[in-house]
């Protein structure tokens, strides 16, 4: 690993960071971010409390858990994790490129658009379904021949109503063109990290469309299954992942104050990723009529990920070597390392479901929900909190009101979401073994009762953490600036 | 090292374009048969544009001198703290 002439690419005078990040709208996404992710959580719990017969509102058709279910998902996925990875992006992009977003007052278009997209979604998934049975909507329907579902689409993670799929649609090109413009004016070779946001706003777009207008308008049936396939695991794999990814390769070596282990190494991981990730989508529909040639295409395709993720986690491992303790007392790296521990486990369930045999037991159970819980709020939100926690204080400008109340957070959401994950991943087992014993439908249900009842507990514990971080960034924005602020946690 | 992947990869890229000839003769004419191939053809499209990206990394140095941006990267951290109001 050599080391270079490291002002190479630096110009002498650098622009000052209050003229290339905007402060006030990457803490506007943030708490854009918060305000969905507890949405999410609660119908989350609505969710799981339906499922253990505790419904608190049965009679209410708004709050029917089945509508609440698809809020759950979204407002997670596009709610929560979009909004904070755009604030991200906006501190990242221009500390890294050394150049402010294309324009600033795109910046704000976009927050209210992107914030007006989530919301619609959440309206279509809750009162479409009832407007569109009104008699005057379907009179209207008749006359001016509209087939236009108004309710939630029927595609897997592209529930977003069909009349919302345009506008989100012109939002990703323009967040594309917003960071890649100080990007691609960026001079040198480029940091690992810059590779991963630039690849992500093609692959998003481009995903975005696949999964939001193939399925609808081309592709039907089984076809429509392969591409919706793709789309989920795409989302995850080529939206959430590099964004990810990309993010710890820019916090990591800040906060230890020390390079990443090897940058040759984390390009490998990118390269790897961009080339095998995308076939990946079919390991969803193991065993369905799509081609088996297809499925053993997804299995090969997944092995050669783990391989990938492999030289991701030996990386970070090799950046931390000799520094254990700083991990332990910086709560951001904290938080980013739990998480890589979670995705190294997520990574080993993935190389267990993608054997055609084990795929035969735990195919439709709540294995999948466990996997599920443990990569998005296990590995992603985790990083997420971590950026939080390290960049609110800066963002306000003092400390935190309460250090103890950010090690609540990080205790009850991390106990939280392990118990959730290992709870549902029993549950997914015990599922499948019922299931292959032929027994009754109901057998089943009895059997997972216990596991639900401990998931309604594991996802208190998991608001309880959010509930704590939500009121010290309220207590720290209402005390008076510390002086000396913005020392991290 | 060269001649290593050119032995890995030209065989293994003649092989793969003859069995997707092959594919697609099969499908050819039958509707269904474009289910099968549309997820590869997506691949096929997306894995392009990345090769062709790869190639103009290569050719624009960003692979020379491939462990410089992590020491930039703190640098210009460390000096936009150093300047930060
Ligand atoms: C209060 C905490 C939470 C509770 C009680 C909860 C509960 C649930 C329930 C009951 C489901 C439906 C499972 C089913 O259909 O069988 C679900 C699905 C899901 N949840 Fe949560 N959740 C919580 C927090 C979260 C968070 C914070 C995230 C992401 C950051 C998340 C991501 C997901 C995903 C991705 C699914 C879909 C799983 C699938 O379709 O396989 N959940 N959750």
Not at chain 1, 121 to 132: F, H, N
Not at chain 1, 230 to 257: A, E, K, N, R, S
Not at chain 1, 260 to 288: C, D, E, K, Q, R
């Amino acid at each position: 690993m050599s080391s270079s002439a490291p002002s190479a690419a630096i110009p002498a005078e650098i622009p000052r960071h209050e003229d290339l990040v905007n402060e006030r709208l990457v803490a506007w996404y943030f708490i854009a971010s918060l305000v969905f992710l507890g949405t999410s959580m609660l119908a989350g719990l609505h969710m799981a409390l339906q499922l253990v017969h505790w419904n608190p509102c049965p009679d209410a058709e708004l709050l029917s858990p089945g509508r609440w279910r698809m809020v759950h998902t979204n407002a997670v996925a596009y709610g929560f994790l979009a909004n904070a990875f755009l604030g991200m992006l906006h501190w990242t992009v221009p500390r890294l490129t050394l150049r402010p977003v294309a324009s600033s007052a795109l910046s704000y278009f976009i927050f209210g658009a992107w914030q007006f997209v989530v919301l619609s979604t959440a309206a279509g998934i809750l009162i479409g379904p009832s407007l569109q049975d009104a008699p005057w909507v379907m009179e209207l329907a008749a006359k001016y021949n509209i087939s236009m579902s108004l309710g939630a689409q029927g595609i897997e993670w592209g529930e977003t109503p069909v009349w919302i799929d345009p506008i989100a649609q012109v939002g990703l090109l323009l967040v594309a063109i917003n960071f890649m413009v100080p990007i691609s004016r960026a001079r040198g070779p480029m940091y690992v990290t810059l590779w991963y946001f630039m690849a992500m706003f093609v692959w998003t777009f481009l995903v975005y469309a696949m999964g939001n207008f193939m399925s609808e308008y081309w592709v039907g049936g089984t076809s429509g299954g392969a591409v919706g396939g793709l789309f989920i695991h795409d989302l995850v794999g080529l939206f959430v992942t590099p964004l990810g990814w990309g993010m710890m390769y820019y916090f990591v070596p800040i906060l230890l104050q020390k390079p990443i282990w090897s940058h040759g190494l984390s390009l490998v991981g990118f390269w790897g990723l961009a080339f095998f990730y995308p076939l990946n989508g079919i390991h969803h529909f193991l065993y369905t009529p799509i081609p088996m040639f297809l499925q053993y295409g997804a299995v090969i395709a997944t092995i050669a990920v783990e391989f990938v993720v492999t030289t991701v986690i030996i990386n970070f491992i090799g950046t931390v070597w000799g520094q254990g303790k700083s991990v332990y007392r910086s709560l951001p790296l904290r938080w980013f390392y739990t998480g890589m521990i979670f995705y190294f486990l997520t990574c080993l369930q993935c190389a267990l479901q993608v054997t055609l045999t084990f795929q035969k037991l735990i195919h439709f159970t709540d294995w999948v929900v466990g996997h599920a819980h443990l990569v998005m709020f296990g590995v992603f939100s985790l990083w997420l909190f971590g950026v939080m926690t390290y960049l609110f204080p800066r963002l306000i400008g003092r400390d935190w009101w309460s250090p103890q109340l950010c090690e609540w957070h990080y205790w009850l959401s991390t106990a939280g979401v392990l118990v959730m994950a290992f709870d549902l991943t029993l549950a997914g087992i015990f599922q499948g073994y019922y299931w292959a014993s032929l027994q009754m439908w109901d057998v089943s249900v009895d059997g997972s009762m216990p596991f639900w009842i401990t998931r309604v507990f594991a996802g208190l514990a998991m608001l309880g953490g959010f509930v704590c971080f939500v009121w010290n960034l309220v207590m720290t924005y209402r005390t008076a600036p510390a002086k000396g602020a913005v020392a991290a946690v | 090292m060269l001649l290593l992947a050119l032995v890995i990869l030209v065989p293994s890229c003649l092989g793969f374009a003859n069995k997707f000839f092959e594919f697609v003769m099969l499908f050819r004419g039958d509707a269904d048969g474009a289910f099968a191939i549309t997820p590869i053809l997506n691949y096929l499209l997306a894995g392009f544009g990345f090769l062709l990206m790869f190639f103009w990394a290569a050719m624009n140095g960003m692979f020379h001198d491939i462990e410089g941006p992590k020491h930039q990267h703190l640098e210009r951290e460390k000096m936009l703290d150093r300047g930060r109001g």
